[in-house]
């Protein structure tokens, strides 16, 4: 019913910057909030950044003053500018997004992920 499509990872020197996009697409009624987290191997899937449909914005504490969220409600697609980049970001980033769809004349709000995109900072 939804779909998330990711682009922009890949592989960087330390202090680099690179910029993650999803597109959100399908029977979308509205688009609640959408977010980026990430997993590390070995470690758990945290939460890197999230904007609601309010534009407010929550970031993880690692990530301040490095990494901003934006998004552009025409194209339904959320971006992640990550700058100076660290070895410990590496990871892979998964796009949220929290989305009402129509189904049968009602609808329903539900929590939809993206296949991820692999994020490596080499030192």
């Known amino acids: 019913q939804v779909q998330l499509a990711e682009s922009g990872g890949g592989l960087v020197q330390s202090g680099g910057s690179l910029r993650l996009s999803c597109a959100a697409s399908?029977?979308?009624?509205?688009?609640?909030?959408m977010g980026w987290y990430r997993q590390a191997p070995g470690k758990k899937r945290e939460l890197v950044a999230v904007?609601?449909?309010?534009?407010?914005?929550n970031y993880a504490d690692s990530v301040k003053g490095r990494f901003a969220i934006s998004k552009n409600n025409a194209k339904n697609t959320v971006y992640l500018q990550m700058n100076s980049l660290k070895p410990e970001d590496t990871a892979v980033y998964y796009c949220?997004?929290?989305?009402?769809?129509?189904?049968?004349?009602?609808?329903?709000?539900?929590?939809?992920w993206g296949q991820g995109t692999q994020v490596t900072v080499s030192s």
């Open positions: 949220y997004a929290d989305v009402t769809i129509v189904v049968l004349s009602t609808t329903l709000e539900g929590d939809y």
């Open positions: 904007i609601t449909s309010g534009v407010s914005t």
């Open positions: 399908g029977s979308i009624f509205s688009i609640n909030a």
